[in-house]
């Protein structure tokens, strides 16, 4: 097979699929292991995909995609989980924000008794009751690309709690704050922000020096959890 064909040929894999594992290209166009990875870093250095650990997805599902979130810097996210339960005690009420890092905080949870879980990520519904953590949903408009429930709906029912700790993701953060794309998104998360005793901004090292449409709070509003440095911009900003 020609090598035009097979970079085709998985390129409709993963628009069929929205991401594609490097043994499923093997097994698929019963190519070697060598090959199918030498594909993939060709697609991704011509712009038509992203590497991930294990296979690939679409560069198009980048953008505010839940999915596509769930499988880059996985291993990043989950030490930003793990960290960000470690400060969740017995009792708390608890504000998850929407997202693929707070998702990673749920399993981590397990041992922590009598807490309460306020969410607008209805993607979370299913493993926070699993592990029978009494959990609550706020209603709203359900966006489906990032599996949040935003809009004014859901502020109106978020002004119903107050949290002892709330856990908030963002798109970028850099010296003048923490920011997100979506109008609908940014009074949820601002009105979460406003109503935690403790604030949790959960950023991967890819969101430093990003900045995205709105800025929704500033870096004296929370502590940042990360998995790497703290650019020193945004240290001295903090430390302002």
Do not use: W
Not at 67 to 79: A, H
């Amino acid at each position: 097979m020609l090598n035009i064909q097979r970079y085709s040929l998985i390129l409709e894999l993963i628009k069929k699929r929205k991401n594609i594992r490097l043994n499923e290209v093997v097994e698929e166009l019963n190519v070697s292991e060598a090959t199918a990875r030498r594909d993939l870093n060709f697609l991704e250095e011509k712009g038509k995909i992203r590497r991930v650990h294990g296979g690939a997805v679409l560069v198009e599902d980048k953008e505010d995609n839940i999915d596509y979130k769930k499988l880059v810097y996985s291993d990043e996210k989950n030490k930003i989980g793990k960290k960000a339960a470690s400060y969740i005690k017995n009792g708390d009420t608890v504000f998850l924000d929407a997202g693929s890092t707070t998702e990673c905080i749920i399993k981590y949870l397990s041992g922590k008794e009598d807490i309460k879980v306020v969410t607008n990520g209805f993607t979370h519904i299913s493993e926070l009751t699993k592990m029978g953590i009494e959990t609550y949903l706020l209603g709203g408009k359900i966006k489906m690309k990032t599996g949040a429930v935003v809009g004014a709906t859901a502020l109106f029912s978020l002004k119903n709690y107050n949290f002892d700790v709330v856990f908030i993701g963002a798109n970028g953060v850099n010296k003048d704050g923490y920011s997100t794309p979506d109008p609908e998104e940014v009074i949820v998360k601002s009105e979460a922000v406003a109503r935690g005793k403790r604030v949790f901004f959960l950023c991967d090292h890819s969101k430093f020096t990003e900045k995205s449409f709105i800025n929704f709070a500033s870096l004296k509003d929370g502590q940042i959890i990360t998995d790497g440095e703290i650019p020193e911009e945004i240290k001295e900003k903090m430390e302002e």
